[in-house]
């Protein structure tokens, strides 16, 4: 019997809330474990492709602007067995706005782009697709539409599962549960909420108890299997 191959999208509704270092921590420890990682850098600023060591423009930009050295928006480590490999799908900035608007005015490039994303994908086997997005996407956005397309056109098995990110603040954990919910209820993949985080918490027993009732409530608000609290680590900041 063949195995269940995952996607796991790291969301949140802000920035700073530590998805791109959640995201890029869950890939090194799946490839350490002896799998294939491919991560999906799908975040207009591209942290996660930046730590990585990707200095080059991601697909998306490149298709554009008519460059074809695509082996420069990719970064990959070997884990014994296991392996990450990083692939900067947009991550240029402000720029991606005007680039997907001359994409979906350009068949051509639009199905370059497509084109060229689908053999990433599917170059080799990868066992977990990890996705970093920019904060507070939704179902109807252009950072997410043409991907999940693309992605699914040939790959249609895998698993969609979604973690959410949130730091300590109350504010930032209500709207994160809201976020959840309305992006819950418009997912048609297949799959399932994983897991509701939250992160950055002040590292006293008083405060990480009261951060893990509060992703409690969401796990259950959201229909999520885990809930999870991360301590501030200061060498991080």
């Known amino acids: ?23 890029l921590s869950l890939s090194l420890l799946l490839a350490r474990s002896s799998k294939n990682v491919l991560l999906i850098d799908r975040d207009i600023f591209g942290y996660a492709s930046s730590v990585s060591g990707i200095r080059g423009k991601g697909l998306l930009s490149k298709v ?13 480590l070997n884990f014994g067995e296991g392996s990450l490999t990083v692939l900067k799908l947009y991550g240029d900035g402000e720029r991606f706005y005007n680039d997907i608007k001359l994409l979906h005015s350009n068949y051509e490039k639009r199905t370059l782009l497509s084109q060229v994303y689908k053999n990433f994908l599917t170059s080799q086997h990868y066992d977990y697709f990890v996705v970093d997005n920019y904060h507070g996407v939704l179902a109807n956005s252009p950072l997410i539409i043409d991907e999940l397309e693309d992605f699914y056109s040939v790959l249609s098995d895998v698993i969609n ?34 897991a509701f985080i939250v992160n950055m918490v002040p590292n006293t027993f008083a405060e990480m108890e009261q951060a893990k009732k509060y992703a409690s409530v969401a796990k259950e608000k959201i229909g999520a299997k885990f809930s999870l609290v991360i301590p501030i680590h200061q060498e991080l900041i």
């Open 1 to 23: 019997m063949a195995k269940n191959i995952y996607r796991i999208s790291v969301l949140g509704v802000k920035g700073g809330v530590g998805k791109s270092t959640i995201a």
């Open 64 to 76: 554009i602007d008519g460059e074809t050295d695509y082996w420069n928006s990719v970064s990959k």
């Open 161 to 194: 599962l979604r973690v959410y990110v949130t730091n300590y603040s109350l504010n930032s954990i209500y709207s994160t549960i809201d976020y959840a919910v309305k992006l819950e209820k418009s997912i048609t993949y297949k799959g399932f909420p994983l």
